[in-house]
């Protein structure tokens, strides 16, 4: 899968990749009060990688694409993870945050597990 982000993420994205083993990214649509799942980055922004179809129309400057790996997606909300702290954002809940914001790894870990809980009841039920 093909993704871009605003541009202020691009320094911090480059840096966790050129440094960490793993990136994950973890998606919320803005004002949906859940998280939709997340990915492992699986390359930096490239000019060489074709730019999606949906990037023209975004409303403010943007990396180059990247490439990523979709792990779970499952529709997350936030009553579900609000427990879960955030060290890397004084302390708040890790449903708070903006786009780039990054995550402790033991809070990330844990995020991750329960998207991943929600990903098999959902796939339980046939959705």
């Known amino acids: 899968c093909i993704w871009s982000t605003q541009t202020k993420n691009f320094d911090i994205l480059t840096e966790a990749f050129n440094t960490c ?3 994950i990214l973890v998606f919320s649509v803005n004002n949906s009060r859940a998280f939709q799942g997340y990915a492992r980055m699986l390359s930096l922004p490239s000019p060489s990688i074709p730019a999606p179809s949906w990037q023209r129309a975004l409303l403010w400057a ?4 990247f490439r990523i790996q979709w792990i779970t ?3 997350t909300r936030f009553n579900r993870v609000g427990h879960l702290k955030n060290a890397y954002n004084e302390g708040q809940a890790v449903l708070v945050g903006r786009d780039g ?7 990330g870990r844990r995020l991750c597990e329960m998207i991943d ?11």
């Open 62 to 65: 943007s990396t180059d694409p």
């Open 73 to 75: 997606v499952a529709e």
């Open 101 to 107: 914001q990054e995550i402790e790894e033991g809070c």
């Open 117 to 127: 809980v929600v990903g098999r009841e959902e796939s339980a039920m046939g959705w």
């Open 21 to 23: 083993r793993n990136v």
